[in-house]
């Protein structure tokens, strides 16, 4: 039986396909229609399928939105649905029948679904749920409003910026934890320094996730899900268990978990590459750019599903260059004090890193070399351990690189301009190459 899940309304709409356990397709809408975070499904992600699973349930959502007087939503959706699950369970569910264990606890943490806004679950059994307006994930977004950054998108510019202040407001404001942030929290302390705000919603939200778990998930496995798990550096801190985190743990990774719970057993997860397919690119052609220009953009074969590229569609840099980082700031038009990833052969990586790590880049490790183009200020980096079990071209690419350079790592972001998708197809490959100037393989 195939099956389509998918999560469209409010942002970042998404279409998962699976079929016996085995997941056929995923993809964001964004990716098709070139708008960042799209609300809507896009015509060329759609398939038919004998029963379709919706991400959350319409009229729970609707009597929140009354409540918090956003007003009733009659939207139509693009698609007619068969059944659908509760926000939250979609979310538990996505990582839950992904994760290569079973008996575990399951952390949620977003802006809001219909009610819940944090919810911690036995396996897929809720334990414990937090309501609206209590939201962590809505004061983090009305912190990243504040400083001027774009809520529900640039979270994590926010979580970039903390290290360069001090969390002096930390306590202030979990005292807006119960209030209705939706709006924002206006110009709150005019005066206060944008990084140093930046470092105090950081600073609370990893004290709050850590005493949710210490209270709340007494089992070793660990599954975090919802936006909020896209947080690498509160990850870093969880200590003593076996964590798992669906690369795509937002409402677009919803998608699949409602498909999952529509089919009611383990997937058969392989890796993230299930996208928009193009031919596999060359790894010697790739090296070679990269050591005549420093800077070569990849795409090729599946694109990856989730807001990080992890090779598949990744803008790659040499990182033992100093002005690489200022370099590919340019080109992707974004903040000089952001840092970068560094992609790495796995075998090599605690020679250069000391810390937690994995293939997603979900957590933070300290560096222990001299590349200042992959580490932040604070000396970590958000580290992809790239396993010889790795399929995407960014393997060969790191052993061909380590073989003429013997540097097994490279500086890897996303192969897209700030505020736009990441490149999916070969439209999108031959506009990125025409305006910057960067080539493409």
Known sequence: MKILGYSEGYHDAAVTVIENGKILYASHAERYSKKKNDKHLHPNQLQKADKIAFYEKPFWKNTRRLYSRQGWD?????????????????????????????????????????????????????????????????????????IGFVPNQDEYITM????????????????????????????????????????SVQR??????????????????????????????????????????MPNPGDAGSSLGAAALCYGKKLQWVDPYLGYKLPR???????????????????????????????????????????????????????????????????????????????????VAYAKHDYQS?????????????????????REVLEEWYDKTGVPMLLNTSLNLRGYPIVNDEKDVALFIKEQSVNVL
């Open 374 to 394: 992959v580490t932040h200020i604070d000396g970590t980096a958000r580290v992809q351990l790239v396993k010889p079990s790795c399929k995407s071209v960014i």
């Open 204 to 245: 609370l939200y990893e004290k709050e996730l850590e005493k949710i778990i210490l209270e709340w998930c007494p089992k070793k496995n660990l599954i975090l899900m919802g936006g909020c798990a896209l947080n690498c550096v509160a990850n870093s801190f969880i200590k003593d268990k076996n964590i798992w985190i």
């Open 74 to 146: 009659f939207r139509k959706f693009s698609i007619p649905y068969d059944v659908s699950y509760p926000h939250h369970k979609t979310h538990a569910a996505a990582g839950y029948y992904t994760a290569p264990f079973n008996d575990c606890n399951i952390v949620v943490i977003d802006a809001i679904g219909e009610w819940d806004t944090i919810s911690v679950w036995d396996n897929l059994k809720k334990i414990k749920s937090w309501k609206y307006p209590y939201s962590l994930g809505l004061l983090y977004s009305a912190v990243t409003k504040r």
């Open 281 to 363: 690119s060359n790894p010697k052609e790739i090296v070679q750019e990269l050591l005549k220009n420093k800077i070569c953009g990849v795409a090729s074969e599946k694109a990856e599903f989730g807001p990080r590229a992890l090779g598949n569609r990744s803008l790659l840099a040499d990182c033992r260059d100093d002005t690489i980082k200022d370099k590919v700031n340019k080109i992707k038009h974004r903040q000089k004090f952001r840092p970068f990833a560094p992609a790495i052969l796995s075998e090599y990586a605690d020679q250069y890193f000391s810390g937690p790590m994995n293939e997603y880049m979900q957590f």
């Open 160 to 199: 970039g910026m903390a290290a360069y202040g001090q969390p002096i407001f930390e306590y202030l404001l979990k005292d807006l934890l119960y209030t209705n942030c939706h709006k924002g929290i206006g110009n709150w302390h005019p005066l206060a320094r944008k990084e140093d705000l930046a470092s």
